[in-house]
């Protein structure tokens, strides 16, 4: 079980942190803060340093997970070392020196060039509380790695294993393999394909599996064509000097923080990095992350050329960013704040969470709610800016090509209300007409001051499909209640009429439209069961800070019973798909926040998770 912590502790904690890149808080008072002396080991980092996650090393920090692990008897910390073999026994061999808390750094410089740049510029600085285990530790990564070469570094011996990268062919199982990872053997169950590797590896080794477990079915393959080196162990070099341990996969990074302790000033005594330490909920987090938005988005840039975060608004509108993670009595919590270069006043009002929730089924699985602040704030954390987001770029070359509207001239500016997008379970509408397994429907409720423009735009747009689609999109108009709604309909090869998109007004400013007339009628005028009266909806957003830019939620349970309904037998049969699944089981919600205070925009998060049994 030990080495099972090993392997999903820190990509859980590496998923939290990276995909909340950019900001929250909690609210004040909300616990006790903790002490205004730095982290020690925030002494030997360089003042100027890209980013910085740190973890509590202490032997009883992490006991809460108790109440939703089955931690192994004597579990202690978080069970593992980023970059030290997976081999290595961290109760015997690094507890009993380690101190309490350890950094990830990702040292400044200029980034090297492709997808490696995030671990060829990242460190991991270890505290050593008791220097007599050490010898062993030193002599265990020997027995694991085999015999290092040694060569001095401005006075310090630096211990370098180089990677080891062996070819594997596509006849081989991943999961038939010792040492398999699980989830590639999952994916792989699913097809044989390669996975991008935009996360750093921070563990030394691949995934292994638990002593005695099965190993999962073979995938058959016709061929044995030679995969990249996409097998083995990455490199590794360690350098140990007074009160600490440190190790990186390359040595260039860490002879860049050996060379960084003669500058004389520290990430500790930075005010910006000061303004972290002095968060409300230092006192209990897990992790603390920090980092100087710039440099990050270089970074990330340099290994997701796509996400274009140096050239976008994320590296310009923010100067820093920080997070931390600790439990609560439902799960796991993080807040992250940005901080602006520039501070914005901000005169929003909290944002409500019920109003378009009424209007949602209690077993929807998605919605998020806000106005286009809310939407638009998305869009710096993915280095884009609010009309190049993910789907709105094709959208807006969609109805200028096609419909000849304009997004940003004819569609947006209506749009100044808030705004509501969900997906729900129906066996109606467009998907299950499409494929009777996709059962769910997609929708919006959009408020606005200027209903005359927005009747005006869908007139033209009723026109426009009408007139594209002849002879296969007819309207029909259907009275709800006094309200009007508007269907577009398809003759199925049965011969019967299917709904296909619906739209109406259901008050005097407010716009809903929904994936069929059938999803329509399933909501309007109000859901069998009310979204807004649903305990786990209630549940996962009543602890966080209330928003003025809005919220997400995913219900996790309801979201799986029907992705579980794609999943191939093989999976399920499976050990590793037994642990996947039932890892993600464990989970009940995700829910999100947004707030923007003068100086710093912030998102709260909450992972609601199920008590173990």
């Known amino acids: 079980m030990a080495s099972v912590l090993k392997r999903v502790t820190l990509p859980v904690l590496s998923v939290l942190v990276l995909t909340m890149g950019s900001a929250i808080q909690a ?42 692990l089955d931690l192994p008897p004597g579990f202690s910390g978080p069970g593992f070392l980023p970059y030290i073999p997976a081999e290595v026994n961290f109760a015997r061999d690094i507890q009993p020196w380690l101190g309490d808390w350890t950094a990830i750094a990702l040292m400044p410089g200029t980034p090297t060039m492709g997808g490696n740049s995030l671990q060829e510029n990242g460190v991991m600085v270890a505290p050593i509380e008791d220097p007599t285990p050490i010898p062993n530790f030193v002599a265990q990564l020997r027995e694991i790695q085999g015999e290092p070469r040694e060569r001095q570094f401005q006075g310090v011996t630096l211990l370098e294993w180089p990677s080891q990268n062996i070819a594997t062919t596509e006849g081989e199982s991943l999961g038939s393999r010792s040492n398999g990872p699980i989830a590639s053997s999952v994916i792989a169950l699913f097809k044989q394909s390669k996975v991008p590797k935009l996360l750093p590896i921070l563990a030394q080794t691949r995934p292994i599996l638990p002593d005695g477990t099965p190993t999962a079915p073979e995938v058959p393959s016709p061929s044995r064509v030679p995969l990249p ?101 439902q799960g796991v919590r993080v807040q992250s704040r940005g ?10 009002v909290p944002a409500t969470r019920t109003p378009k929730a009424v209007r949602l089924p209690a077993s929807t699985y998605l919605t998020c709610s806000g106005s286009q602040d809310w939407w638009g704030a998305i869009g710096p954390i993915l280095g884009q800016n609010f009309l190049t987001l993910p789907g709105l770029e094709q959208l807006s070359e969609f109805t200028q090509s096609t419909l000849n509207f304009n997004l940003r001239r004819d569609i947006l500016p209506w749009m100044d209300g808030e705004i509501t997008a969900f997906v729900f379970p129906t066996n109606q509408g467009f998907f299950p007409t499409m494929d009777e397994n996709m059962k769910l429907g997609i929708g919006a409720i959009i408020e606005t001051s200027d209903r005359q423009s927005a009747e005006d735009l869908l007139t033209q ?14 309207l029909s108009r259907h009275q709800i209640t006094e309200n009007s709604v508007t269907s577009w309909d398809v003759i199925n090869a049965n011969g019967q009429t299917e709904s296909l998109f619906a739209q109406g007004w259901i008050s005097e400013n407010t716009w809903m439209m929904t994936t069929g007339l059938g999803p329509f009628q399933e909501l309007y005028p109000q859901p069998f069961q009310s979204l807004a009266n649903a305990f786990t909806f209630q549940a996962a957003l009543e602890p966080l800070p209330q928003p003025n830019l809005g919220y997400c939620y995913l219900n996790m349970g309801s979201f799986l019973a029907w992705i579980n309904t794609f999943v191939p037998p093989e999976i399920n049969a499976s050990p590793e798909g037994q642990i996947v699944l039932n890892s993600l089981g464990k989970i009940r919600s995700l829910s999100g926040t947004g707030r923007v205070q003068n100086t710093y925009v912030q998102w709260d998060l909450l992972m609601f998770l199920s008590p173990r049994s």
Do not use: C, K
């Open 339 to 348: 901080f602006y270069n520039n501070p914005v006043p901000s005169t929003r």
């Open 27 to 68: 609210q004040p008072g909300s616990a006790e803060v903790g002490p205004a002396s730095p982290p020690a080991v925030t002494t030997v980092l360089p003042r100027e340093i890209s980013g910085v996650l740190l973890i509590d090393t202490r032997p009883h920090a992490w006991g809460e997970l108790n109440r939703f």
């Open 461 to 474: 747009l009723d026109e426009s499909i009408t007139r594209q689609f002849s002879g296969v999109i007819t």
């Open 229 to 329: 080196e996409q097998e083995g162990r990455p490199g590794l070099t360690i350098a140990i000097v007074p009160g600490y341990v440190a190790a990186a996969q390359h040595s260039a990074p860490l002879e860049r923080w050996i060379a960084s302790q003669d500058r004389g000033s520290s990430l500790a005594t930075d005010p910006q990095f000061q303004q972290t330490l002095a968060h409300p909920e230092r006192g209990r987090s897990l992790v603390m992350g920090y980092g100087l938005v710039p440099q990050l988005a270089q970074l990330l840039t340099a290994a997701a050329p796509n996400l274009n975060l140096g050239g976008g608004e994320l590296g310009t509108a923010y100067n820093a960013m920080d997070v931390m993670v600790w439990m609560e009595p």
